[in-house]
């Protein structure tokens, strides 16, 4: 159902994104991948036969460079993005009153206004398919308030409220807008996470046990068919059925 269709993944080096991408790629999707990790992501991407283009979150110069070469590659079409780049390592265990300013600074600057910066730069690209999809990566952590993580929590809390408006704002042009909230993953971004916190969500899941990025790349395929437009401005918690207490 992806078979032809440009899709772009950012943070694509390693983790949930590599994984998201491997998926896509065997789905037949023509794949960009974005990240700031360059050795990583154009391993990744010749794996993959896809396409890697260098980007910094941070930095809005690099995504309108990422959007010229993109529009360039694609010719104006992008019929997917996943919006998956954000920081979670070293950001957690830390109580809401230590937090320094800087480091809640630089996590909103990437994981909230990078991604609207990321979707303002492609918007033109995904109206031009005509069936543009943008799914972005939030957390459950934001729908039932994870402690000692606030930074992150409030980021990934306006990606959600990010998604809904966004989809307002693109479903006249039948572009359709998602967020996924995926439970704690096995990567390397929760290395931080304490034992105790994953073995609470193995035991809270209807599906028990440890959680791995595989399971929520079938949700982000399924996102990003061009049948799946009446899901736009859902979020929906890929987390296994944990169950909220």
Not at 91 to 114: A, K
Request: aromatic share 6%; net charge neutral; hydrophobic share 45%.
């Amino acid at each position: 159902m992806l078979q032809g269709r440009n899709i772009l993944v950012t943070g694509a080096a390693r983790g949930l994104g590599a994984v998201i991408a491997r998926s896509l790629a065997a789905q037949g999707a023509r794949l960009f991948l974005a990240d700031i990790a360059e050795a990583d992501g154009r391993a990744t991407a010749s794996a993959l036969g896809a396409t890697f283009l260098p980007v910094d979150l941070g930095a809005p110069v690099t995504i309108e460079r990422l959007a010229r070469d993109l529009a360039d590659a694609t010719g104006g079409t992008l019929h997917g993005l996943v919006n998956n780049g954000a920081i979670a390592t070293g950001i957690g265990g830390i109580g809401f009153e230590t937090i320094e300013i800087d480091s809640w600074d630089l996590v909103q600057r990437v994981n909230v206004r990078g991604t609207w910066l990321m979707t303002r730069a492609c918007a033109p690209m995904l109206r031009q398919s005509g069936s543009g999809r943008v799914v972005n990566v939030a957390s459950d952590t934001a729908l039932w308030g994870a402690p000692r993580l606030m930074s992150y929590v409030a980021s990934k809390g306006a990606v959600i409220a990010m998604t809904r408006s966004l989809a307002r704002e693109l479903g006249p042009d039948r572009v359709g807008v998602t967020a996924i909230a995926p439970g704690i993953l096995t990567t390397e971004s929760t290395e931080y996470v304490p034992e105790a916190r994953h073995r609470y969500y193995a035991e809270g899941r209807a599906v028990p046990g440890v959680q791995a990025p595989e399971d929520i790349t079938g949700v982000v395929a399924f996102l990003l068919r061009e049948d799946a437009l009446a899901l736009t401005g859902q979020v929906l918690p890929v987390n296994n059925g944990f169950v909220f207490t």
